[in-house]
């Protein structure tokens, strides 16, 4: 059995090292555990309140969205942070410019430490400044970066996506492992469609027409 679990997220430039953050897959699992420092972990939880809200807000919005509309949220998403990370790579901004633009301290801290750690993986050698959103849930962290309301700056919106990319990316390695050819698969397909089942539609909507199906299909010969 040749089975290829494939990545239908954007790719982050070439300048972010790959060690911060990993090639994107997807996971329905919070790591808490692997909170960087307890200021990240301060500030993470903090701001985990206003990110369920705004996945509230978000599931909404997407869930009155066409499929043209989704996939278009999707691509812009990872077009900006793309653009963000290039900004950051030129070294031409001003970081004033980047922070949020309240009189909330919660807010502007969470701003400054998700700039710091954007910044961190642009300079070389990169530095070593903590994600603040290290733990979050992954729909909290989705809601995030797929946020079109302006409530997040493009620093929060990458930081959150780097945590997002690097707990698929150790879903999948782990879910990985565990194919084998001709033997017993049932779990890692189920794992799969429960994964996929979970996604917000904006990152469903970046799938193949179909793809839900095919997975299926799979499980479906592996109870057989």
């Not at 691509?75 to 410019?97: E, R």
Request: hydrophobic share 30%.
């Amino acid at each position: 059995m040749n089975i290829t679990i494939k990545s239908y997220q954007a790719s982050i430039p070439a300048q972010v090292p790959a060690q911060e953050i990993p090639r994107s897959d997807n996971t329905t699992k919070s790591i808490a555990e692997n909170t960087n420092s307890s200021t990240a972990a301060t500030v993470s939880i903090s701001s985990s309140a206003q990110a369920r809200y705004i996945q509230s807000s978000a599931t909404e919005r997407q869930a009155a969205m066409s499929q043209g509309e989704l996939k278009q949220l999707h691509s812009s998403t990872w077009s900006d942070i793309y653009n963000f990370s290039q900004l950051l790579g030129s070294k031409n901004y001003n970081k004033d410019d980047l922070l949020p633009q309240t009189d909330d301290p919660a807010r502007l801290e969470l701003g400054k430490k998700s700039l710091e750690y954007a910044i961190s993986l642009h300079q070389s050698p990169p530095g070593n400044a903590s994600n603040p959103f290290a733990g979050m849930a992954r729909n909290d962290l989705s809601a995030v970066v797929y946020d079109d309301s302006g409530t997040y700056t493009m620093a929060e919106r990458y930081a959150a996506s780097a945590e997002l990319r690097m707990q698929d990316e150790a879903y999948f390695s782990s879910l990985s492992a565990k194919l084998t050819n001709g033997g017993d698969n049932r779990d890692f397909f189920k794992s799969i469609l429960d994964y996929f089942d979970d996604l917000p539609p904006v990152e469903k909507a970046a799938y193949p027409d179909g793809y839900r199906d095919s997975i299926d299909s799979l499980y479906q010969e592996q109870l057989d």
